[in-house]
């Protein structure tokens, strides 16, 4: 690997820590992904964005007594007018096809992009701003939650914040699954698992594009940063390792995988090894 940027490498170690803290900052470590897909993201630049989001959370907390009272369709009537509304959040086709509608920051100024970061942009102003909030990993649609699950309300903000009825739910699994929503689709996403699935969107927005080979990298790195990574993943960045070039660091990384598998899979290590050895070759 090149060396990194001493700022580039701090920003590592940070998402490595937050992603392993008790109650890991959301917002922070979508912010330090971005980083990676923009090297001149400094800290100022992310300490702006957090107010912004700040910002936001203030307006949206005004008459927070009174939707606590009136309940969660109160809450995501609110956050669909203060941020679909009146700031313009909301999803667009092309939005899919743009590295930058992965990026929190690229977001925030573009006021678009996918399902799961604009989700991620309604659940942390309407956390900051009091509301029962949390996400929900529908197959193939990011959505928002707000309630307890006996009194739940879903929100779409790729939508603009528009409140789903079970219809609009089992037409959005059906087309994902071809079949109905099963009970634990609606449950509350995970942090962490929030950032994989954030992860792999950027890893398959790259996998279509050969020549940004550089993007798959750090996505990967970035993965095997959270806790309990799959052996797999160091599996993939030999791959790409290899595809790249850098024969010596990709060979490496296949016996590193062939030394974790080894013990469950003894026939998967043996290939791996065998891989390493043939990226090695091509170095003479």
Known sequence: MHPRLPQATEWRRLFAAEAGAPRPDLALLCLLIGAEADPSLGR???????????????????????R???????????????????FGFRGRPGDYQRLESS?????????????????VLWMEVARRAGAPVYGVALPGHFVVGFGPRDDQVLA???DGGRVLTGTDVELLVAAATGGPPAPSMLDPADT???????????????????????????????????????????????????????????ARELDRYADEVAGRDAATADRARLQARGARALLN
């Open 68 to 86: 606590a009272a009136a309940g969660p369709l109160a809450w995501a009537d609110a956050l669909a007018d203060l941020l679909g509304g009146q």
């Open 103 to 119: 990026l929190l920051h690229r977001v925030l100024r573009r006021r678009g992009g996918l399902p799961i970061l604009l989700s």
């Open 192 to 250: 962490l698992d929030i950032l994989r699935r954030v992860l792999n969107n950027i890893r398959a927005w790259a996998a279509a594009r050969p020549e940004r080979r550089d993007v798959s990298l750090w996505a990967l790195e970035l993965s095997l940063l959270l806790p309990s990574p799959p052996a797999r993943l160091r599996y993939e960045r030999a791959q790409v390792l290899v595809q790249k070039g850098d024969f010596v660091a990709g």
């Open 44 to 66: 100022q630049d992310i300490d702006r964005a957090r107010r912004l989001i700040g910002r936001l959370a203030e307006r949206a907390a005004h008459g927070h007594r009174a």
């Open 156 to 158: 779409d903000p790729f």
